[in-house]
DNA sequence: AGTTGTGAACTTATTCACAGCC
DNA sequence: GGCTGTGAATAAGTTCACAACT
């Protein structure tokens, strides 16, 4: 299967193979069966196979996947067994839970620059980083920077995306609720917290 | 096509028809075609007539559809013509800037509960709610409130998950990085921040 | 016996293309 | 002329089922 285009959803599912994978790795099992991956993510035990023979075979017949092993290779695939660093724009409330969030770290990714426009907030240090002008979002293109995270309101998002992609970013998280045009060789994945939230009363049983 | 079972991704699109909408409206346009709602959201034409298809014919050849008119319907499909209120449990970084998220509006939603375990936060008024004891959890069913968000470590959420079954919550939305078994009634969306950050690397191109 | 890896079958979702309408 | 609504065609994604391996 190596040489097939690689599915969408193939590699949202990644990062989710690696967190079960971490969660076997605390618990000491060595060696995990899609069957039991399958269990603890809710993911079909074809679907997980399915997903990671796109990229090679990384099992044994009649015993499972290494955890250890298989981890290293997802975090191969997914580029992120070395560090990478993100630049977050914009420091109001999700902002600040986002550079504190201390979930990052198990996928190797580290908030190394902040940027705002208030004025009481530059300058500030948050978390060992100093929060700068969003006027030298420039100078993130000597700080070997990729991965912007935007958490502005929406009638700013575009003018932050352009600016990030001008000094070098290839990678946007954007919680704005609002569409980002960028270049074709920017990655663009945006999260709208409300409209999710939106999508629930849907679901709901019809009798109040 | 009023007949036909609905695909999860219309329903997942719908709130962003909306938006698009609200923004036509704001900008004082009466009328938008499938097409100028498309360069609107980047969704195609022939999808979104496809998706409202679904629910009725609510446009006009030759015209397009009524601005207001549409975001009505959409409002009444997603069961947000009328207000939901949600309860918020776990008032740290995330919980907080999610009490204090000023999008919820738009949907017709809003955050009329919140619980922690924290001692020192408990009794607090934060935006007009009092923050009360999880153990308390149970007095949602006195309140009409149908709706959960997770903003508890992983470790926690699935006991609060439980309790907020227990409690009469049908829909739950989620920011642990973790599955949540709950009985089929209930609808659950879960948004692992670290995880869809974690995607971006393998866009990344090869060359740092 | 138990599990992987995978082509084939199936299911779901998207796009095409055009009749019908304004 | 321009647009909607939709069946038909296409594409994308998932599950089945089983040969091959430990």
Known sequence: ???????????????????????????GVRDVSSRKLS???HISPAQIRKDLSY???????????????????IRGILKIDTPNKAALVGLGNLGSALLKYPGFGAYGLQISAVFDNDPGKIGKIVKKVKVEDVSKLSTLKNKNIKLGIIAVPASAAQSV?????????????NFAPFYLDVPKKVKVITIDIAMVLARLPYYLPASA
């Open 1 to 27: 299967m190596r040489y097939h285009k690689i599915p969408d959803e193939t590699v949202r599912r990644l990062p989710m193979y690696l967190r079960g994978l971490l969660l076997c790795r605390e618990q």
């Open 39 to 41: 269990e603890l993510l």
């Open 55 to 73: 990229f090679g075979a990384f099992g044994t017949p009649g015993v499972g996947y290494d955890t250890a092993k298989l981890a290293k290779q």
């Open 161 to 173: 995306a352009d600016a990030l992609v001008k000094a070098g970013i290839r990678g946007i998280l």
